[in-house]
Protein backbone atom coordinates (compact mmCIF):
# COMPACT_ATOMS: atom_id res chain seq x y z
CA UNK A 1 0.00 0.00 0.00
CA UNK A 2 1.09 3.90 -0.75
CA UNK A 3 2.01 6.00 2.02
CA UNK A 4 -0.89 6.77 3.95
CA UNK A 5 -2.43 10.20 3.33
CA UNK A 6 -3.84 12.65 5.90
CA UNK A 7 -7.34 13.17 5.90
CA UNK A 8 -6.86 17.20 5.86
CA UNK A 9 -5.04 16.61 3.10
CA UNK A 10 -7.12 13.09 1.29
CA UNK A 11 -10.67 15.26 2.20
CA UNK A 12 -10.93 18.48 0.99
CA UNK A 13 -8.52 19.05 -1.99
CA UNK A 14 -8.81 23.12 -2.82
CA UNK A 15 -11.77 24.20 -0.81
CA UNK A 16 -11.49 25.76 2.49
CA UNK A 17 -11.98 23.14 5.90
CA UNK A 18 -14.30 23.93 8.50
CA UNK A 19 -12.49 26.11 11.05
CA UNK A 20 -12.20 23.34 13.90
CA UNK A 21 -11.40 25.40 17.34
CA UNK A 22 -11.53 25.28 21.13
CA UNK A 23 -15.49 25.16 21.99
CA UNK A 24 -14.59 27.80 24.62
CA UNK A 25 -13.51 31.13 24.37
CA UNK A 26 -12.91 32.80 27.76
CA UNK A 27 -13.02 36.68 28.11
CA UNK A 28 -10.33 38.60 30.51
CA UNK A 29 -9.93 42.02 30.70
CA UNK A 30 -7.38 43.34 33.16
CA UNK A 31 -3.57 42.13 33.54
CA UNK A 32 -4.34 39.50 36.71
CA UNK A 33 -7.46 38.08 35.07
CA UNK A 34 -5.12 37.52 31.82
CA UNK A 35 -2.44 35.85 33.76
CA UNK A 36 -4.95 33.83 35.61
CA UNK A 37 -6.56 32.44 32.51
CA UNK A 38 -2.98 31.80 31.60
CA UNK A 39 -2.07 29.87 34.07
CA UNK A 40 -5.93 27.92 34.16
CA UNK A 41 -5.03 27.09 30.39
CA UNK A 42 -1.31 25.70 31.79
CA UNK A 43 -3.69 23.34 34.14
CA UNK A 44 -6.38 22.40 31.81
CA UNK A 45 -4.77 22.04 28.83
CA UNK A 46 -5.19 23.75 25.57
CA UNK A 47 -8.84 23.30 25.12
CA UNK A 48 -9.86 27.01 25.67
CA UNK A 49 -8.84 30.31 23.92
CA UNK A 50 -8.52 33.02 25.85
CA UNK A 51 -9.37 36.57 24.68
CA UNK A 52 -7.83 39.53 25.85
CA UNK A 53 -10.56 42.10 25.81
CA UNK A 54 -9.12 46.09 25.04
CA UNK A 55 -12.74 47.26 24.76
CA UNK A 56 -14.59 47.07 28.14
CA UNK A 57 -11.29 46.25 29.63
CA UNK A 58 -9.61 49.72 28.98
CA UNK A 59 -10.31 52.15 31.45
CA UNK A 60 -10.90 55.70 29.21
CA UNK A 61 -8.26 57.78 28.47
CA UNK A 62 -5.84 54.78 28.69
CA UNK A 63 -6.92 52.55 25.72
CA UNK A 64 -3.00 52.55 24.42
CA UNK A 65 -1.60 51.80 27.80
CA UNK A 66 -3.98 49.17 27.70
CA UNK A 67 -3.60 47.91 24.42
CA UNK A 68 0.48 47.63 24.95
CA UNK A 69 0.15 45.60 28.19
CA UNK A 70 -2.28 43.19 25.66
CA UNK A 71 0.74 43.07 23.31
CA UNK A 72 3.19 42.29 25.81
CA UNK A 73 1.07 39.26 27.50
CA UNK A 74 0.14 37.57 24.45
CA UNK A 75 3.65 37.80 22.69
CA UNK A 76 5.16 37.12 26.06
CA UNK A 77 6.81 33.51 27.08
CA UNK A 78 3.48 32.77 29.16
CA UNK A 79 1.68 32.21 25.72
CA UNK A 80 2.74 29.01 25.58
CA UNK A 81 -0.31 27.29 23.18
CA UNK A 82 -0.83 30.14 21.02
CA UNK A 83 -4.41 30.39 21.84
CA UNK A 84 -4.54 34.41 22.73
CA UNK A 85 -7.11 36.43 20.82
CA UNK A 86 -7.56 40.28 21.30
CA UNK A 87 -11.07 42.25 21.67
CA UNK A 88 -10.36 45.81 19.95
CA UNK A 89 -12.56 48.92 20.19
CA UNK A 90 -15.70 48.90 18.06
CA UNK A 91 -16.37 50.77 14.78
CA UNK A 92 -17.23 53.81 16.05
CA UNK A 93 -14.70 54.42 18.95
CA UNK A 94 -11.79 56.60 18.17
CA UNK A 95 -9.11 54.36 19.00
CA UNK A 96 -10.29 50.81 17.25
CA UNK A 97 -7.70 51.75 14.37
CA UNK A 98 -4.79 52.88 17.30
CA UNK A 99 -5.66 49.32 18.67
CA UNK A 100 -4.54 47.73 15.27
CA UNK A 101 -1.82 49.75 14.64
CA UNK A 102 -0.65 48.88 18.47
CA UNK A 103 -1.12 45.20 18.40
CA UNK A 104 -0.46 44.05 14.76
CA UNK A 105 3.22 44.96 14.54
CA UNK A 106 3.92 43.19 17.94
CA UNK A 107 1.69 40.56 17.62
CA UNK A 108 0.81 39.73 14.53
CA UNK A 109 1.89 36.28 13.92
CA UNK A 110 0.60 34.86 17.31
CA UNK A 111 -2.37 35.94 17.67
CA UNK A 112 -5.14 33.56 17.49
CA UNK A 113 -7.91 36.03 16.37
CA UNK A 114 -9.01 39.59 16.75
CA UNK A 115 -12.57 40.40 17.60
CA UNK A 116 -14.67 42.96 16.31
CA UNK A 117 -17.90 44.30 18.30
CA UNK A 118 -20.64 46.67 17.92
CA UNK A 119 -21.08 46.64 14.54
CA UNK A 120 -24.59 47.90 12.48
CA UNK A 121 -23.37 46.74 9.22
CA UNK A 122 -21.53 44.69 7.02
CA UNK A 123 -19.45 48.04 5.32
CA UNK A 124 -17.76 48.78 8.73
CA UNK A 125 -16.64 45.12 9.30
CA UNK A 126 -15.34 45.13 5.41
CA UNK A 127 -13.52 48.23 6.51
CA UNK A 128 -11.99 47.37 9.48
CA UNK A 129 -10.44 44.25 8.19
CA UNK A 130 -9.37 45.64 5.33
CA UNK A 131 -7.64 48.26 7.84
CA UNK A 132 -6.32 44.96 9.39
CA UNK A 133 -4.96 42.85 6.31
CA UNK A 134 -2.91 46.98 5.49
CA UNK A 135 -1.38 46.96 8.62
CA UNK A 136 -0.46 43.49 8.26
CA UNK A 137 1.11 43.65 4.85
CA UNK A 138 2.48 47.21 6.09
CA UNK A 139 4.02 44.95 8.87
CA UNK A 140 5.38 41.83 6.44
CA UNK A 141 2.64 40.12 7.98
CA UNK A 142 1.33 37.18 5.39
CA UNK A 143 -0.67 34.69 7.39
CA UNK A 144 -4.18 35.64 7.30
CA UNK A 145 -5.48 36.33 11.02
CA UNK A 146 -8.67 35.09 12.10
CA UNK A 147 -11.69 37.24 12.42
CA UNK A 148 -14.43 37.21 14.88
CA UNK A 149 -17.54 39.36 14.55
CA UNK A 150 -19.81 40.22 17.43
CA UNK A 151 -23.63 40.19 16.20
CA UNK A 152 -25.64 42.12 19.08
CA UNK A 153 -26.96 45.02 17.58
CA UNK A 154 -30.27 44.79 14.62
CA UNK A 155 -28.36 46.37 12.18
CA UNK A 156 -25.79 43.53 12.39
CA UNK A 157 -28.70 41.07 12.33
CA UNK A 158 -30.06 42.72 9.36
CA UNK A 159 -26.98 41.94 7.34
CA UNK A 160 -25.74 38.60 9.09
CA UNK A 161 -25.03 37.02 6.09
CA UNK A 162 -23.31 40.02 4.36
CA UNK A 163 -20.93 39.79 7.48
CA UNK A 164 -20.27 36.36 7.14
CA UNK A 165 -18.94 37.12 3.49
CA UNK A 166 -16.38 38.86 4.28
CA UNK A 167 -12.77 37.83 4.30
CA UNK A 168 -11.09 36.27 6.96
CA UNK A 169 -13.72 36.22 9.33
CA UNK A 170 -13.55 32.85 11.19
CA UNK A 171 -16.54 33.40 14.25
CA UNK A 172 -19.77 35.02 14.61
CA UNK A 173 -20.28 35.21 18.60
CA UNK A 174 -24.18 36.32 19.48
CA UNK A 175 -23.84 39.39 22.16
CA UNK A 176 -26.84 38.47 23.98
CA UNK A 177 -26.66 41.79 26.70
CA UNK A 178 -26.87 44.33 24.27
CA UNK A 179 -28.84 42.71 21.94
CA UNK A 180 -31.24 42.89 24.34
CA UNK A 181 -30.99 46.12 25.62
CA UNK A 182 -31.24 47.57 21.76
CA UNK A 183 -35.03 46.07 22.37
CA UNK A 184 -35.81 49.29 23.94
CA UNK A 185 -37.54 47.13 26.71
CA UNK A 186 -39.87 45.19 24.33
CA UNK A 187 -37.63 41.67 25.28
CA UNK A 188 -37.68 41.41 29.64
CA UNK A 189 -34.88 42.10 31.52
CA UNK A 190 -35.14 38.05 32.64
CA UNK A 191 -34.77 36.90 28.93
CA UNK A 192 -30.72 37.55 29.60
CA UNK A 193 -31.06 34.42 31.31
CA UNK A 194 -32.34 30.78 30.71
CA UNK A 195 -35.35 29.67 30.08
CA UNK A 196 -36.41 33.19 28.35
CA UNK A 197 -32.69 33.68 26.63
CA UNK A 198 -33.83 30.38 23.87
CA UNK A 199 -37.58 30.62 24.32
CA UNK A 200 -38.33 34.17 23.57
CA UNK A 201 -38.96 33.89 19.78
CA UNK A 202 -37.04 37.01 19.38
CA UNK A 203 -33.73 35.44 20.44
CA UNK A 204 -34.75 32.45 19.31
CA UNK A 205 -34.97 33.88 15.77
CA UNK A 206 -31.55 36.00 16.42
CA UNK A 207 -29.91 33.42 17.33
CA UNK A 208 -31.04 30.48 14.60
CA UNK A 209 -30.64 33.04 12.13
CA UNK A 210 -26.97 34.20 13.16
CA UNK A 211 -25.85 30.47 13.48
CA UNK A 212 -27.56 29.75 9.37
CA UNK A 213 -25.19 32.54 8.50
CA UNK A 214 -22.33 31.25 9.92
CA UNK A 215 -22.61 27.31 9.25
CA UNK A 216 -23.46 28.11 5.75
CA UNK A 217 -20.46 30.16 5.37
CA UNK A 218 -18.07 27.80 6.94
CA UNK A 219 -17.59 29.85 10.04
CA UNK A 220 -17.41 29.10 13.51
CA UNK A 221 -21.02 30.43 15.45
CA UNK A 222 -20.29 31.32 19.49
CA UNK A 223 -22.94 31.40 21.94
CA UNK A 224 -22.86 34.26 24.54
CA UNK A 225 -21.68 34.27 28.18
CA UNK A 226 -24.03 32.88 30.90
CA UNK A 227 -24.45 35.74 33.80
CA UNK A 228 -24.73 33.10 36.45
CA UNK A 229 -21.15 33.34 37.35
CA UNK A 230 -20.55 30.44 40.00
CA UNK A 231 -23.58 28.28 39.18
CA UNK A 232 -21.53 25.71 37.21
CA UNK A 233 -24.41 23.56 36.18
CA UNK A 234 -26.45 26.61 34.83
CA UNK A 235 -23.36 26.88 31.95
CA UNK A 236 -23.70 23.24 31.50
CA UNK A 237 -27.46 23.52 30.75
CA UNK A 238 -26.88 26.46 29.08
CA UNK A 239 -23.84 25.26 27.01
CA UNK A 240 -26.13 22.18 26.17
CA UNK A 241 -29.04 23.89 24.78
CA UNK A 242 -27.10 26.20 23.09
CA UNK A 243 -24.88 23.39 21.09
CA UNK A 244 -27.71 20.48 21.04
CA UNK A 245 -31.16 23.04 20.00
CA UNK A 246 -29.64 25.98 18.12
CA UNK A 247 -25.89 24.15 16.59
CA UNK A 248 -23.93 26.67 18.40
CA UNK A 249 -20.00 25.15 18.03
CA UNK A 250 -18.11 27.48 20.39
CA UNK A 251 -19.73 29.33 23.79
CA UNK A 252 -18.05 32.61 25.69
CA UNK A 253 -16.68 32.25 29.53
CA UNK A 254 -16.59 34.93 31.67
CA UNK A 255 -15.74 32.99 35.00
CA UNK A 256 -13.16 30.36 35.28
CA UNK A 257 -15.77 27.75 36.78
CA UNK A 258 -17.74 28.29 33.81
CA UNK A 259 -14.94 26.89 31.40
CA UNK A 260 -14.73 23.20 32.11
CA UNK A 261 -18.83 23.51 31.88
CA UNK A 262 -18.83 24.74 28.30
CA UNK A 263 -16.08 22.24 27.52
CA UNK A 264 -17.74 19.23 28.76
CA UNK A 265 -21.43 20.13 27.21
CA UNK A 266 -19.93 20.65 24.11
CA UNK A 267 -17.55 17.62 23.27
CA UNK A 268 -18.75 14.98 20.87
CA UNK A 269 -20.26 12.26 22.51
CA UNK A 270 -17.92 9.35 23.20
CA UNK A 271 -19.48 6.52 21.01
CA UNK A 272 -19.04 9.02 18.14
CA UNK A 273 -15.31 9.60 18.79
CA UNK A 274 -15.25 5.84 19.22
CA UNK A 275 -17.05 5.46 15.54
CA UNK A 276 -14.86 8.11 14.06
CA UNK A 277 -11.90 6.93 14.77
CA UNK A 278 -12.84 3.63 13.34
CA UNK A 279 -14.52 4.79 10.79
CA UNK A 280 -11.18 6.96 9.73
CA UNK A 281 -8.51 4.26 10.26
CA UNK A 282 -10.63 2.05 7.64
CA UNK A 283 -11.07 4.43 5.63
CA UNK A 284 -7.06 5.26 5.25
CA UNK A 285 -6.43 1.95 4.87
CA UNK A 286 -8.74 2.05 1.97
CA UNK A 287 -6.60 5.26 0.17
CA UNK A 288 -10.33 7.48 1.28
CA UNK A 289 -12.48 4.97 -1.04
CA UNK A 290 -15.84 4.32 0.42
CA UNK A 291 -15.95 1.41 2.99
CA UNK A 292 -18.51 -0.58 4.71
CA UNK A 293 -18.20 -0.19 8.28
CA UNK A 294 -20.60 -1.98 11.27
CA UNK A 295 -23.09 -2.56 8.16
CA UNK A 296 -22.92 0.55 6.85
CA UNK A 297 -21.67 2.08 3.95
CA UNK A 298 -19.00 5.36 4.63
CA UNK A 299 -17.67 7.59 1.81
CA UNK A 300 -15.95 11.35 1.41
CA UNK A 301 -19.13 13.01 3.32
CA UNK A 302 -19.49 11.07 6.34
CA UNK A 303 -15.21 11.16 6.63
CA UNK A 304 -15.53 15.20 6.47
CA UNK A 305 -17.90 14.52 9.21
CA UNK A 306 -16.42 12.31 11.31
CA UNK A 307 -12.82 14.13 10.93
CA UNK A 308 -14.07 17.32 12.27
CA UNK A 309 -16.04 15.55 15.12
CA UNK A 310 -12.34 13.78 16.14
CA UNK A 311 -10.70 16.97 15.58
CA UNK A 312 -13.03 18.64 18.27
CA UNK A 313 -12.66 15.61 20.62
CA UNK A 314 -9.11 16.02 20.21
CA UNK A 315 -9.60 20.29 21.42
CA UNK A 316 -11.61 19.04 23.99
CA UNK A 317 -9.10 16.42 25.39
CA UNK A 318 -10.88 13.66 25.18
CA UNK A 319 -8.71 10.51 25.03
CA UNK A 320 -8.47 8.77 21.61
CA UNK A 321 -6.69 5.83 20.78
CA UNK A 322 -2.95 5.30 20.41
CA UNK A 323 -3.69 4.41 17.03
CA UNK A 324 -5.90 7.52 15.77
CA UNK A 325 -3.24 9.64 17.91
CA UNK A 326 -0.18 8.27 15.38
CA UNK A 327 -2.00 8.90 12.20
CA UNK A 328 -4.01 11.99 12.83
CA UNK A 329 -2.30 13.64 15.46
Known amino acids: ?29 SEKLILKALELQEKMGPVFDITCD ?5 AAGQEAEHAEMVARVVGGENNKHKMMGVRIHDYTHPHWRADVDIL ?10 ITLPKCTEASQIAEMVAYIKKVSQDNGITREIPIHVLVETHGALKEVWKIAEVEWIQVLDFGMMDFVSGHNGAIP ?45 QTLSDAKRAR ?11 YPTQIQAIVDAMK ?37 YFWQLLQRAHLSG ?12
Open 54 to 58: CEDGA
Open 244 to 254: NEFGFLRMWSI
Open 318 to 329: LELSDEAKAAFF
Open 189 to 233: AACMRSPGQFDHPLLARAKTEMVAAALANGIVPAHNVTLDLKNAE
Open 268 to 304: PDYSEVEDAQGILLAAQEADWGPIQYKGELHDRATYR
Open 1 to 29: MSERVHPQEALFDAEKPFPVIPSCEHFAG
Open 104 to 113: IPKIGEVVAY
